[in-house]
């Protein structure tokens, strides 16, 4: 049943679909699709397409074409794929949503995957690539973590755990189409992605958020504990740059991290925004509030050396460098 | 939210659920039940109940309810739970169901677990214990395994890693219908379980059925590989006995192995059955097949302490005449 090696694709002329792709992540796949000269991009996302969704100007291209597009739906879907070539699922709930709707959570991030990887073998598309994340090996590591990591689930909170596991169950089923249809697709692991058109929803990059308006506020940014907690977050540019070589890619059936490869610690990072904004006020300790929060060990990073040896991908831009340019868009 | 502590619960006079209930664990509960004079027991089943189940003259008792019940309708559940005290989930499909039909495979572990979990809680359940799996750890592991290990998804079957990342999910959910409901339960993770009943639906102790069938036909039972693989099976009437302790329990809100805790080389099994049937054939030691078989390393067992601890728990049936019972009931 399998189609016998990688058929090649290319973004130039290329049709595509974006699940999830009014997001930060598809917002920046949009622009770098349209900058690759593609001839048609699907965002399908259930969003409206106003204020609330990620893509801003984007909206306005010719190439760009917007679907109120229900992951859950698969006739939706399997319509939408007619004459696509390439599509990425981006559309997922995060561990806030597992823990306000898991009703919801469930059917967008496992049964909403099945129906976009059946959508997509029905439709013959050539490649497809899933969203994945770091959330697949758990919370409360720390050092460097590599692809053949397992899941740490003991002892974390448990709506963090269902969507790792969400996680593993979406990359599994890939696995399981390529067996069966030979549906070729890679797995991208994002570690904490941010940057311009970030939204309210990512619990981990909601933090620079916060430490912002605090700061914009006049009030001291939070830290939790000793600060000294650990996180690696990738510019959602440098994200997106990686789904389209992904995309291009003849590799096939591999999961890989997308990260940006070294730990920064909470307190250096609100150092950096409060350098940024230019403020003088000091950080407070906090003892925990009792949110959802996904605790790191120290020197927490995800090794990005075979996304670099797959697809030639290597993160580019420098923390600081991208937290200016998400600071600017809030302004 | 909470209830605010335990409340009794004992099988004597007591009203329960058991879905997934004409399965092999779930037969061996019924007749725990029974022999621990519960007032009801309601098999919520969406087998015929006919020569398919493993009740057999379970059947027959006043006490036993049958109804052809779907995990996955949410109407169905919440109405059948009324007046019930607690609850027992073992409806799931395992690795195998996992990779002939994900679609039904997610609905009824995931959703229908959900499903589970609400209906509880809507009807006030008391407790409720739910059926996870020593797949929470993964396959090609070895040695002693506690509740704190994290899940191995790297190398193993898609199918096999989805199954187990479908029962962490499941734990998860129980985790939080505890926190937001104080709705009280146990999550008990299986080893390999066998006894009388045992159906060809469970790829490990399909093994020993295979083993004696050959035999019984006159050819060679196969190993593969070396024959050192190892397993840990636990007798279901353990189980089942592991389950009432568990709704009897004033313990809530933990998941723990219940398991033989010790391994076997299934050359070692092979043997026994083989001196069992009392047949001079030797096996034959043969490379993979290529079926989904989920290997493990050296020396597997699932540590029980905990549920010894918190249950006074532990397995009481030898593994031989766990062996001769099931061997005989096939004849």
New interface residues.
Partial sequence: MTRGGVMAIKIDGGKFLIAGGASLVGSHLVKAMIAGNAAKILVYDPVLFDKTDSLGALKEDPRVHLVPGDVTKLHQFIEQMDGIDGAVNLAAYMSLGF?QN??DA??VN??GH?NFLESARLNNLKKVVFASSSA?Y?FGIGGGIA?????????IP??A??YG??K??GE??C??YQ?KYGLDYLALRFSTVYGEGQHHRAANALYIIETYERLTRGQAPQLFGDGTESKDFVYAGDVARALVMALESEATDAAMNISGGRSIMTKDLVQMITDIVGSPIQPEYIEDDGRVRLKTGKGLHYINSKAHSLLGWKPEMPLEDGLRRLLGSLQ
Avoid: F, Y
């Avoid at 692809?147 to 002892?155: A, I, S, V, Y």
């Fill in positions: 823990s898991p009703w469930i059917d496992i049964k099945l697949v758990g692809e053949d990591m397992p899941h740490k689930t003991n002892g448990a709506p755990a269902a596991s969400s593993i169950i599994q089923l696995r399981m067996q």
